[in-house]
């Protein structure tokens, strides 16, 4: 049996999860841009939950990636194989780790700045 199938409980999941957050980070895009037009003191906020909802779906991304291209458990479920394959499940790793990264910067900054 074939994992390609629409019924894969995982791909159900991640995949309506993703469409959501994508959703939410163009809606917070042009409630930015509205804001910054009118010049209004929730443009931190709204800025911050724009760059919050970016890495979350990086993040999803990552592991939409790693779930698709791991070449130790799921064999079958793309037609991908190889070195290409190999590639992929490594750049959904580095994804995940980068966004967290940059989350745990923006967070250690932001407390940084506000001590100051």
Not at 15 to 34: A, D, E, G, Q, R
Not at 56 to 78: A, S
Request: aromatic content about 16%; glycine content about 4%; proline content about 3%.
């Amino acid at each position: 049996m074939s994992r390609t199938t629409a019924s894969d409980p995982y791909l159900n999941i991640i995949l309506p999860i993703l469409l959501v957050v994508k959703i939410l980070w163009v809606f917070f895009t042009v409630t930015h841009f509205i804001v910054k037009m009118n010049k209004s003191h929730y443009e931190p906020i709204i800025k911050f939950i724009e760059e919050i909802d970016h890495i979350i779906y990086n993040i999803l991304m990552g592991i939409l990636l790693i779930y698709l291209y791991n070449t130790f458990i799921t064999q079958e479920i793309v037609c991908i194989s190889g070195r290409t394959k190999d590639y992929l499940f490594m750049y959904g790793i580095l994804m995940i780790i980068g966004n967290i990264q940059k989350y745990f910067h923006m967070y250690y900054f932001r407390e940084v700045n506000n001590m100051e």
